[in-house]
T-cell receptor
Framework: SQQGEEDPQALSIQEGENATMNCSYKTSINNLQWYRQNSGRGLVHLILIRSNEREKHSGRLRVTLDTSKKSSSLLITASRAADTASYFCATARDSSYKLIFGSGTRLLVRP | DTAVSQTPKYLVTQMGNDKSIKCEQNLGHDTMYWYKQDSKKFLKIMFSYNNKELIINETVPNRFSPKSPDKAHLNLHINSLELGDSAVYFC??????????FGSGTRLTVV
């Protein structure tokens, strides 16, 4: 079964606006990762946040992690049409290398 | 220079046939994976190898058999293909405590 559930399933915003996607998971984790998938392509790793971290930034991306609520959010600031893609969260429960993916959020950024 | 390359990109075959998908990574990663993405975009892990040793074998039909001749290669052989095997199969690799690097996927269509 899927470890993560993402919310919303789909999001449509205007270029320049911020996009926020949420991920909830069920079990304790070692780390949580976010990936982007453009249509018809493979997944691209965006950011990894460890269970002892609360916030991480990478360019226009900001990820938060709340282990008490078993949730994470991905914020994309000043969105661009090129940000249109599906975004997945994935959790690693331990050092077993196994990543379990959420159901994904489809983001559409309108020019 | 492609980091994780998998071939073929598209595979259309008849039910009952046997087919293979090849994957190679040039990142020096110790761990490689096969994931299956279904029509609803759910990603599910199938297998994982660490330094040529099978470490994850999810509930996958015996018709699927991975083979890792060395740590840079992880191939997937599928016997007696069924309609339900139609999906996109992704190869990925990872280093210690890092995100995954995915290949661009193999779209398998069984007719």
């Amino acid at each position: 079964s899927q470890q993560g559930e993402e919310d919303p399933q789909a999001l449509s915003i205007q270029e320049g606006e911020n996009a926020t996607m949420n991920c909830s998971y069920k079990t304790s984790i070692n780390n949580l990762q976010w990936y982007r998938q453009n249509s018809g392509r493979g997944l691209v790793h965006l950011i990894l946040i460890r269970s002892n971290e609360r916030e991480k930034h990478s360019g226009r991306l900001r990820v938060t992690l709340d282990t008490s609520k078993k949730s994470s959010s991905l914020l994309i600031t000043a969105s661009r049409a090129a940000d249109t893609a599906s975004y997945f969260c994935a959790t690693a429960r331990d050092s077993s290398y196994k990543l379990i993916f959420g159901s994904g959020t489809r983001l559409l950024v309108r020019p | 220079d492609t980091a994780v390359s998998q071939t073929p990109k598209y595979l259309v075959t008849q039910m009952g046939n046997d087919k293979s998908i090849k994957c190679e990574q040039n990142l020096g990663h110790d761990t490689m994976y096969w994931y299956k993405q279904d029509s609803k975009k759910f990603l599910k892990i199938m297998f994982s190898y660490n330094n040529k040793e099978l470490i994850i074998n999810e509930t996958v039909p015996n018709r699927f058999s991975p083979k890792s001749p060395d740590k840079a290669h992880l191939n997937l052989h599928i016997n007696s293909l069924e309609l339900g095997d139609s999906a996109v199969y992704f190869c990925a690799s990872s280093g210690t405590d890092s995100g995954y690097t995915f290949g661009s996927g193999t779209r398998l269509t069984v007719v």
